[in-house]
């Protein structure tokens, strides 16, 4: 039993009819965390989910989710789990309220106010109050996803499991989303697979990578922006920038110098290995000549999605 | 999880973890719905009205036993050959729909046991369909029969011979839902079913010739035995009984030992 971890796997795989959808996963998921769960269309994302929650069996490994067993005690995880499908399905014939009800029943018995109290809390939370009387079949694909949301929540569980949660909003529902995410921190873990990178960055602390089945990279986000090819600065140019180029990539304390040319100014993103001595030279050597402006300067910030696409192409380079 | 006062934390556990709810659900889906209403209303025109159109057109007088007899062998001939198919279309999407949807995956991520998924379509529905298909049939077959100033059939005679209808019925309920958990379109399971329904004769038949006993394992032969007992006439043999009984308890068996396997 892991007192702080939420998710653990090991050695967790899946085959289908001899194809791997996930191969060796092992994953450590901490209490309380929001964990961004990436990797490109067929990585085995939604596999991975669906094994946590006793969906599908796994071919080969296993893992807990708050020390239960995933094979063996999946009813236990799933009395702790909130899931939130990637195309959430519900009975056509019920309305919103009546769907949280139904949900709610399945953890919760006792007095039907109480439950009716806990219904209209949940539907107010995702603003979907005003339709919750009205039949599922008639709304549009945000408020299904907002209800999916809702559903995944209404028992106050104690893990999270959102497979593409934004995946069908629109900006404002994205914002709400993230906002909500945020918020049951407090009480659960956020474990959610997405392919929005800025969203990740914006409220995840851990991410993994996956690829082709197989975890590419697992870290904080601090971890994943920071690690990736050392520090590199970023000087923009305004006129001729060929000769202070020369000037920097002559130093052995530069390791690479990267040209991206723009309409009229031009970028150097400078890969150093002793910051010191970058600090106390580059603006100098960029700024002596006078032939060219130096417009911008500093240590460039690498997104997330810049580190994505590195670990996902270096992946399946390295195949 | 957090604390909730008067709420109480549900603690079914096993094969009956989810099960009150489910049950619940399946109910609201024939109640909400007025399912029960649609049902009782199509069934009461096919049976009791083509009932009552053969009592119409009758040269006989309606007050003769031979009558009564000829008119409870009707009532059978037509609960027989009709409500099959009423059972078989209201049990063939209960479980391939939920698959096809994304509903099931939906309800099992909740701590719902597969047994109870199946056991709650299984029970639910055989109720409904014993309901709305059997026993209101044979309510307004009494009224018919009053109505056309016939002697009444003894009701414990007639609740005895729906009953054996209604285990006519729950072979093919078992039958379409045991299909369900193997196929993921409707074709198949009601597909199924229909043939073995059409050609019951075709393949008694066949055995007599070739596999003398087959006949005894063919759902009709509980319809003539639920038509003896109702006329309390001899029955020819209560061995259909057992081998019914032991293919429904075998459906339902490889329906839940089939759905415990389903990946979604």
Same mark, same amino acid.
């Given at each position: 039993m892991h007192s702080n971890l939420a998710i653990r796997t090991e050695g967790l795989s899946k085959t289908y009819n001899g194809t791997t959808a996930l191969k060796s996963l092992d994953l450590k998921v901490h209490e309380h965390s929001i964990f961004g769960f990436l990797g490109p269309n067929g990585a085995g994302k939604t596999t991975t989910i669906k094994l946590l929650l006793g969906l599908i069996k796994p071919t080969a490994g296993g893992g807990t989710v708050f020390g239960h067993d995933i094979t063996g005690d999946s009813v236990e995880i799933r009395r702790k789990v909130g899931y939130l499908a990637q195309v959430p399905s519900y009975y056509m014939h019920m309305t919103a309220r009546e769907t949280l009800r139904f949900k709610t029943r399945f953890y919760y018995s006792g007095p039907r106010n109480r439950i009716e109290e806990r219904v209209q809390e949940t539907l107010e939370m995702v603003e979907l109050a005003d339709k919750a009387d009205r039949p599922i079949k008639g709304f549009s694909g945000g408020e299904r996803q907002r209800l999916g949301i809702a559903q995944a929540q209404v028992h106050h569980p104690d893990l999270l499991i959102l497979d593409e949660p934004a995946a069908n909003l629109d900006p404002m529902g994205r914002r709400d989303v993230l906002k909500i995410m945020e918020r049951l921190r407090k009480h659960a873990t956020v474990f959610y697979s997405t392919h929005i990178l800025d969203d990740v +960055?914006?409220?995840?602390?851990?991410?993994?990578?996956?690829?082709?089945?197989?975890?590419?990279? +697992?870290?904080? &986000?601090? $971890?994943?922006?920071?690690?990736?090819?050392?520090?590199?600065?970023?000087?923009?140019?305004?006129?001729?920038?060929?000769?202070?180029?020369? *000037? &920097?990539?002559?130093?052995?304390?530069?390791?690479?110098?990267?040209?991206?040319?723009?309409?009229? *100014?031009?970028?150097?993103?400078?890969?150093?290995?002793?910051?010191?001595?970058? $600090?106390? $030279?580059?603006? *100098?050597?960029?700024?002596?000549?006078?032939?060219?402006?130096?417009?911008?300067?500093?240590?460039?910030?690498?997104?997330?999605?810049?580190?994505?696409? $590195?670990?996902?192409?270096?992946?399946?380079?390295?195949? | 999880m957090a604390s909730d006062g008067e709420l109480q934390v549900v603690r079914e556990s096993g094969w009956l973890s989810g099960l009150p709810n489910m049950l619940r659900k399946e109910n609201g889906k024939w109640w909400n719905t007025r399912q029960w209403l649609v049902q009782s209303v199509i069934w009461i025109l096919l049976v009791n009205g083509l009932h009552g159109m053969v009592l119409q057109l009758s040269n006989q007088g309606p007050a003769s036993m031979e009558f009564l007899f000829e008119s409870v062998t009707i009532f059978y001939a037509l609960l027989g050959g009709m409500t099959p198919f009423g059972a078989m279309i209201l049990t063939q999407g209960a479980i391939v729909e939920e698959k096809k949807s994304g509903t099931a995956e939906w309800v099992l991520s909740a701590p719902l046991s597969r047994e109870a998924f199946v056991l709650s379509k299984l029970v639910i529905n055989s109720l409904w369909i014993f309901g709305t298909l059997v026993l209101l049939q044979g309510a307004v077959y009494e009224l018919v029969l009053m109505a056309y100033g016939m002697e009444i059939v003894p009701v414990l005679d007639l609740v005895k011979g729906l009953a054996l209808h209604g285990f006519h019925l729950l072979f093919w309920i078992t039958l379409s839902l045991m299909l369900g958990t193997f196929f993921k379109a409707r074709g198949a399971v009601i597909g199924i079913p229909v043939l073995l329904l059409a050609f019951q004769d075709l393949i008694a038949d066949f055995g007599r010739r070739y596999l003398p006993g087959i006949e005894f394992w063919l759902p009709k032969r509980i319809e003539e035995i639920a038509t003896q007992v109702t006329l309390r006439g001899p029955i020819s043999s209560t061995v259909p009984l057992f081998t019914?009984?032991?293919?429904?308890?075998?459906?339902?068996?490889?329906?839940?030992?089939?759905?415990?396997?389903?990946?979604f």
């Amino acid at each position: 039993m892991h007192s702080n971890l939420a998710i653990r796997t090991e050695g967790l795989s899946k085959t289908y009819n001899g194809t791997t959808a996930l191969k060796s996963l092992d994953l450590k998921v901490h209490e309380h965390s929001i964990f961004g769960f990436l990797g490109p269309n067929g990585a085995g994302k939604t596999t991975t989910i669906k094994l946590l929650l006793g969906l599908i069996k796994p071919t080969a490994g296993g893992g807990t989710v708050f020390g239960h067993d995933i094979t063996g005690d999946s009813v236990e995880i799933r009395r702790k789990v909130g899931y939130l499908a990637q195309v959430p399905s519900y009975y056509m014939h019920m309305t919103a309220r009546e769907t949280l009800r139904f949900k709610t029943r399945f953890y919760y018995s006792g007095p039907r106010n109480r439950i009716e109290e806990r219904v209209q809390e949940t539907l107010e939370m995702v603003e979907l109050a005003d339709k919750a009387d009205r039949p599922i079949k008639g709304f549009s694909g945000g408020e299904r996803q907002r209800l999916g949301i809702a559903q995944a929540q209404v028992h106050h569980p104690d893990l999270l499991i959102l497979d593409e949660p934004a995946a069908n909003l629109d900006p404002m529902g994205r914002r709400d989303v993230l906002k909500i995410m945020e918020r049951l921190r407090k009480h659960a873990t956020v474990f959610y697979s997405t392919h929005i990178l800025d969203d990740v +960055q914006r409220v995840s602390d851990t991410v993994a990578i996956l690829n082709h089945g197989e975890l590419v990279a +697992q870290a904080s &986000i601090e $971890e994943l922006l920071t690690g990736s090819g050392g520090t590199v600065y970023s000087i923009t140019f305004k006129g001729s920038h060929e000769e202070a180029q020369s *000037r &920097i990539s002559a130093h052995e304390w530069v390791s690479g110098v990267t040209v991206v040319p723009g309409d009229l *100014r031009t970028t150097l993103h400078v890969a150093v290995t002793d910051e010191d001595a970058a $600090e106390d $030279e580059l603006m *100098r050597l960029a700024v002596c000549d006078g032939k060219a402006t130096v417009t911008e300067f500093g240590r460039k910030r690498y997104e997330l999605e810049d580190v994505f696409v $590195e670990i996902v192409e270096g992946s399946n380079n390295g195949e | 999880m957090a604390s909730d006062g008067e709420l109480q934390v549900v603690r079914e556990s096993g094969w009956l973890s989810g099960l009150p709810n489910m049950l619940r659900k399946e109910n609201g889906k024939w109640w909400n719905t007025r399912q029960w209403l649609v049902q009782s209303v199509i069934w009461i025109l096919l049976v009791n009205g083509l009932h009552g159109m053969v009592l119409q057109l009758s040269n006989q007088g309606p007050a003769s036993m031979e009558f009564l007899f000829e008119s409870v062998t009707i009532f059978y001939a037509l609960l027989g050959g009709m409500t099959p198919f009423g059972a078989m279309i209201l049990t063939q999407g209960a479980i391939v729909e939920e698959k096809k949807s994304g509903t099931a995956e939906w309800v099992l991520s909740a701590p719902l046991s597969r047994e109870a998924f199946v056991l709650s379509k299984l029970v639910i529905n055989s109720l409904w369909i014993f309901g709305t298909l059997v026993l209101l049939q044979g309510a307004v077959y009494e009224l018919v029969l009053m109505a056309y100033g016939m002697e009444i059939v003894p009701v414990l005679d007639l609740v005895k011979g729906l009953a054996l209808h209604g285990f006519h019925l729950l072979f093919w309920i078992t039958l379409s839902l045991m299909l369900g958990t193997f196929f993921k379109a409707r074709g198949a399971v009601i597909g199924i079913p229909v043939l073995l329904l059409a050609f019951q004769d075709l393949i008694a038949d066949f055995g007599r010739r070739y596999l003398p006993g087959i006949e005894f394992w063919l759902p009709k032969r509980i319809e003539e035995i639920a038509t003896q007992v109702t006329l309390r006439g001899p029955i020819s043999s209560t061995v259909p009984l057992f081998t019914i009984g032991l293919q429904i308890a075998v459906f339902t068996v490889i329906a839940f030992w089939r759905f415990k396997r389903e990946e979604f």
